[in-house]
């Protein structure tokens, strides 16, 4: 027996000790330096789960978990007001008059649950579930198969078709889960591909990961951060639908999905066509599919159902709340509802065709990412223990001297940092990191919203595009041996500038338009 610990073990140990040790010197900081009172231990809880999440010293969900224990302990002293909303009561969260609230009671674990059942939660869970019917029933190949079988055997005509497939089905389904379907299919048409197809094969696969990522930033429920993003701007007091998310985030999409394929088809033009004809191997594979099953189309009639009411959720809220209710309706909560009941619908509803089951079983909603429902809970409860403690107020003013830059430099300079770290460190943990910091930015801002700050970082957190790290589409297109590190880390860096410099333009631009609350 050795008292030598594996290198492994070793290193776990010291990226534990690394943020106990950086939590503590927070703590020990002399006031005038940190934030006062409650704000320095939620302070040092930030760099403890920030340090944890980005070595992933542990489990990140585990991590999600700390407020949970930190923050009641805190007794941190709150006001709460008719409609039940929390409120800061340190003296450095003092209005404009000077006045702050007077405290009611204190932060207790019953308003921590709140957070971690938070209503986009909820709607994760409806949004998870709907990506596994669409999956599990075969439809997102049948749809994938079907878009690529119209670009002919032009391979940058494929790659535009497979990009165009990517973009649209990791609107509703995880990146990674649209990237496992679309990979082997691609694989299997690069080997067809004359003198250039290790090019080809590169381009191919690189393109299935940047659209997977790309197209989960157009919907709620397309990418974890998104999510993320909208709570924090819940946070704020700005209720977002559905459909005023896919008003920016469509556009951002059909922006930067042509503009990966500018850069993925340079020299493909000259290189031998694919041999043996791309269509007719991608007819074959969707012959084989055989008719559209009754499960097929059941989940189809269902995802219709539910994306028509998504994006009717506005409506719904403002006309049929008042008449169901008594009151308005918010339509984020309408669009939780409605994930909820195509939930429910899914394990309703038969699969036909001779099956004895439903649509979806509890067998299938066991693959659910519970570890990411966990991430959205500690996130939420991290934002808003700095909040009522007076830290993002007290950042809010420490990070006051960046008010007087231009705001096209301020989302630049916050977009590239989320870029770097994402592309070593979960997306999720990211933006969760910086929510309170990009809170307290957009509070200290005299000419950007919230909404301006919080929408750009969100999607930055997507775009790790340089490492096989950075996401786990990247980590499949790497693994399968066709992106040699050195293109993957200079198309990706490419790619991370145009991203970058569209998210800024669009900042300034469509995001106050579609976010005027």
């Not at 790290?469 to 500038?497: D, E, H």
Request: hydrophobic fraction near 55%.
């Amino acid at each position: 027996m050795t008292d030598t610990a594996p290198a492994s073990s070793r290193s776990s140990l010291l990226k534990r000790a690394a943020g106990l040790l950086l939590a503590l010197g927070v703590l020990a900081l002399p006031d005038g330096i940190g934030p006062p009172g409650e704000a320095k231990f939620v302070l040092a809880l930030l760099v403890l789960m920030a340090v944890w999440w980005i070595t992933e010293a542990i489990p990140l969900a585990i991590t999600a978990l700390l407020p949970i224990i930190a923050l009641p302990i805190l007794a941190i002293p709150i006001a709460v007001d008719e409609r039940g909303r929390l409120s800061c009561t340190q003296a450095i969260c003092a209005t404009a008059d000077g006045t702050t609230p007077e405290a009611d009671r204190l932060l207790t674990l019953a308003d921590l649950g709140a957070w971690y059942s938070h209503p986009i939660v909820l709607l994760y869970i409806g949004g998870f579930l709907l990506g596994i019917a669409i999956e599990r029933s075969g439809l997102s190949r049948r749809i994938a198969l079907s878009i690529v079988a119209r670009a002919g055997d032009d391979p940058r005509l494929i790659l535009a078709a497979f990009i165009a497939a990517a973009g649209f089905i990791s609107m509703w389904i995880s990146n990674t889960s649209t990237s496992l379907i679309l990979t082997p299919l691609a694989l299997s048409l690069a080997t067809g591909v004359g003198a250039g197809g290790g090019r080809f094969a590169s381009s191919l696969v690189l393109s299935i990961a940047w659209a997977a990522t790309i197209g989960g930033l157009a919907t709620p429920i397309g990418t974890p951060t998104n999510a993320i993003a909208l709570s924090q701007l819940r946070s704020a007091g700005i209720e977002v639908s559905f459909l005023q998310w896919m008003s920016i985030g469509v556009p951002v999409v059909l922006i930067l999905l042509p503009t990966a394929w500018l850069i993925l088809s340079r020299g493909l033009a000259a290189e031998t066509g694919p041999g043996g004809g791309v269509r007719t191997r991608v007819r074959s594979e969707l012959d084989a599919l055989g008719p559209v099953s009754s499960w097929e189309k059941r989940t189809a009639l269902v995802f219709l159902l539910t994306a028509g009411l998504w994006v009717s959720s506005s409506f719904i809220a403002e006309t049929l709340g008042p008449v169901l209710t008594g009151a308005r309706m918010d339509p984020g909560h309408v669009d939780t509802m409605i994930a909820t009941l195509a939930g429910l619908l899914f394990f309703l509803v038969p699969a036909g065709g001779g099956k004895d089951r439903s649509i979806l079983t509890w067998t299938d909603a066991r693959d659910l990412p519970w570890e990411i429902l966990l991430l959205f809970g500690g996130g939420m409860a991290l934002a808003g223990g700095a909040e009522l403690s007076g830290l993002s107020a007290w950042l809010a003013h420490a990070l006051d001297g960046l008010g007087g830059l231009h705001p096209a430099l301020v989302i630049l300079i916050v977009g590239a940092l989320v870029i770097m770290i994402t592309e070593f460190a979960s997306n999720i943990a990211t933006i969760s990191i910086m929510g309170p910091v990009l809170l307290a930015l957009a509070a200290g801002s005299n000419t950007l919203s919230v909404a301006s700050f919080i929408i750009p970082a969100a999607m930055a957190a997507s775009m790790g595009f340089a490492m096989p790290v950075g996401s786990g589409s990247n980590a499949i297109a790497y693994g399968t041996g066709q992106v040699p590190m050195g293109r993957m880390i200079r198309l990706g860096l490419v790619f991370n500038v145009c991203c970058l410099m569209a998210l800024t333009v669009l900042a300034l631009t469509l995001f106050p338009m579609a976010f005027t609350s």
